[in-house]
């Protein structure tokens, strides 16, 4: 089945600097992904959709310059917190549509703001 | 805009039958998923409907009725491992998919 490969799994990093996550699809091309983000005991908030080659879409509410998307391949898009504050801490989630027209997840990241 | 309804919490029973009920209202309906999250991680896929109906999938099964906008998913035999949370979701215009905001389903023995 579509495998879609997201890392880190979990990272510790200091207010103010940035991080950068990574989405990969492994057995397929994924013209398009989307990065969700998930508070604790919450639902997902979709925040964008990548797009490969192309400017990405973020969804009302979302800063575009703090929520960095970088969508250069087709089986690469990468999503970077800059300047992390403690309130950006939670489980980032990437997915892909993938051949069977499904959402593949990626394995989420755990962002943590010290 | 987009809603999408689920219940917070259900408690069931190992081996009874628990239905998760979801009600939708969106801009386009292109189909309709149902999820399983464990905390922490990323949510699997269980089901999806487009038609009317009811589809069977094991222990699982999902209806939909799109001129209510409903949809319920039907966990049969519980086991303790079912304890999680259910996410149902609408893929609507733009072809994006939207979450309701899950059902944590608790197993006891």
């Known amino acids: 089945g579509a495998v879609v490969s997201q890392h880190p799994s979990w990272v510790i990093c200091k207010s103010g600097t940035s991080v950068k996550i990574e989405c990969r699809s492994l057995?397929?091309?994924?013209?398009?992904m989307f990065w969700y983000r998930q508070f604790p005991k919450q639902s997902l908030m979709l925040m964008a959709t990548?797009?490969?080659?192309?400017?990405?879409?973020?969804e009302q509410g979302v800063e575009k310059d703090k929520f960095l998307i970088n969508h250069a391949s087709l089986t690469l898009s990468t999503l970077t917190v800059t300047s992390a504050h403690p309130e950006d801490s939670s489980f980032y989630i990437c997915?892909?549509?993938?051949?069977?027209?499904?959402?593949?997840f990626g394995s989420g990241t755990r962002l943590t703001v010290v | 805009g987009q809603n999408i309804d689920q219940p917070t919490e259900m408690t069931a029973t190992e081996g009874a039958i628990v239905q998760i009920n979801c009600t939708y209202q969106t801009s386009g309906f292109n189909g309709l998923f149902w999820y399983q999250q464990h905390a922490g991680e990323a949510p699997t896929f269980l089901s999806y409907?487009?038609?009317?109906g009811l589809e069977e999938k094991g222990r699982f099964s999902s209806f939909l009725s799109r001129s209510k906008g409903y949809s319920y998913l039907l966990l049969k035999e519980l086991q303790m491992k079912d304890s999680a949370s259910y996410l149902c979701?609408?893929?609507?215009?733009?072809?994006?998919?939207?979450f309701g905001g899950g059902t944590r389903v608790l197993v006891k023995p």
């Open positions: 997915s892909a549509r993938d051949r069977g027209n499904g959402y593949t």
């Open positions: 979701a609408v893929e609507a215009a733009g072809n994006k998919l939207t």
């Open positions: 409907n487009v038609l009317d």
């Open positions: 990548s797009n490969e080659g192309s400017k990405a879409t973020y």
């Open positions: 057995d397929f091309q994924a013209t398009t």
